[in-house]
């Protein structure tokens, strides 16, 4: 459109034009550029390409041409953004792009017209974006208009503040807050230090919130060498989450480890037998979901997860994350064909649990 006629159109209308022109480029942009982002869950091995990945040719056509599976669960990673320094984060921010809010509602329900029931948005660290205004819109789209049966979020908690519960809460089902450590030296140590700020006292600051605006309560953390000695059963069942993942720290190769790493997380490391204590020492924690990495790194696994960057679905068989089209451009089925999930193996890792805070009996 020449910018001589977009300056005539109302501004209302120019600003929807701008917003399409920007989808429209960034999708462009992700179209020529290699996407290589890091594995979707922590653990301590070095992650490379699996000999059992998928061939090229006649074979990988014939698995395109299989039925779609159906999205029922998708973690959008809307941003690579994050505002921490964890030592052994793989979530490098390597661009600053984040799809324009239109542009991603229209995706969304794509989703759940292809079945979707459950989306869980993720970074990078979601409110980052316009204060959280941008990650609140979404969940109130997805739950108001879409009507999904659950929507969550996963974040640091840091900039999470009371007035956002108070416009958004109601349609948030879990909110999965992360924290590998109840010392804040610790914390300090890993790289979630969040300056005159105390993560823990803000974990509990938001467990209160949670509780107040009936939006179920998830803690991941991270065991590394910092905490793997660490006795959280008092810590953890007083905040009582609904659940408690507990990731074994992962090399990812250009990522958090390698030359071409921003992070070096060498020293973070642990043993499987490190870990296998460390769930021992918290096997009376009934809400504890342990992820070994002898389970993470299994292929097959790895398909079980269904994620979703710039709305484009990302294959993980090759040891990176290898984008599909983009959903927008050639529709869900076409573009789920591409990310190698394993809609079985889902429902095997339980994947599908009670998700919607309607169905759960929580005290509040």
């Not at 779609?68 to 390597?94: D, E, I, L, M, W």
């Not at 296998?276 to 096997?283: I, N, S, T, V, Y």
């Amino acid at each position: 459109m020449p910018l001589a006629v977009l300056c005539r159109l109302p501004l209302t209308v120019a600003r929807a034009v701008l917003a399409a022109l920007r989808g429209r480029l960034g999708a462009l942009w992700w179209s020529l550029a290699p996407l290589y982002l890091s594995l979707p869950v922590p653990g301590s091995r070095r992650v490379s390409a699996p000999s059992s990945a998928a061939p090229a040719g006649p074979q990988r056509e014939t698995e395109r041409d299989e039925a779609a599976p159906t999205p029922t669960s998708v973690n959008y990673h809307f941003t690579r953004q994050y505002n921490y320094k964890c030592g052994f984060c793989f979530h490098t921010a390597k661009t600053s792009f984040v799809l324009p809010l239109e542009e991603a509602k229209r995706g969304l329900e794509m989703l759940k017209e292809a079945g979707m029931e459950k989306i869980n948005f993720s970074g990078g660290e979601p409110f980052l974006q316009d204060r959280g205004e941008f990650v609140g819109k979404l969940v109130q789209f997805c739950k108001q208009e879409l009507k999904l049966p659950s929507v969550s979020i996963v974040s640091n908690g840091s900039l999470i503040r009371e007035r956002w519960f108070q416009k958004y809460g109601e349609y948030l089902d879990i909110l999965a807050i992360s924290c590998d450590s109840f010392d804040e030296d610790v914390n300090i140590l890993i790289g979630r230090g969040q300056g005159k700020k105390n993560h823990v006292e803000n974990l509990h600051k938001l467990r209160q919130w949670c509780r107040e605006y009936s939006v179920a309560f998830k803690i991941n953390s991270v065991i590394n060498r910092f905490n793997v000695e660490e006795d959280m059963n008092e810590q953890i069942k007083a905040l009582n989450p609904v659940r408690w993942k507990v990731f074994q720290c992962l090399l990812i190769e250009g990522e958090n480890s390698g030359e071409d790493a921003l992070r070096e997380a060498e020293k973070f490391v642990i043993s499987d037998e490190d870990f296998e204590r460390f769930l021992d020492r918290h096997k009376g924690v009934s809400c504890l979901v342990p992820e070994s990495n002898q389970k993470l790194l299994q292929i097959d696994f790895l398909m079980s997860y269904l994620l979703i960057f710039q709305m484009r679905f990302l294959n993980c068989r090759n040891g990176r994350k290898e984008p599909s089209k983009s959903i927008l451009d050639v529709g869900v089925e076409e573009a789920i064909k591409f990310s190698g999930f394993d809609e079985k193996m889902f429902l095997k890792r339980g994947g599908k649990y009670v998700w919607s805070k309607a169905d759960m009996k929580l005290d509040w």
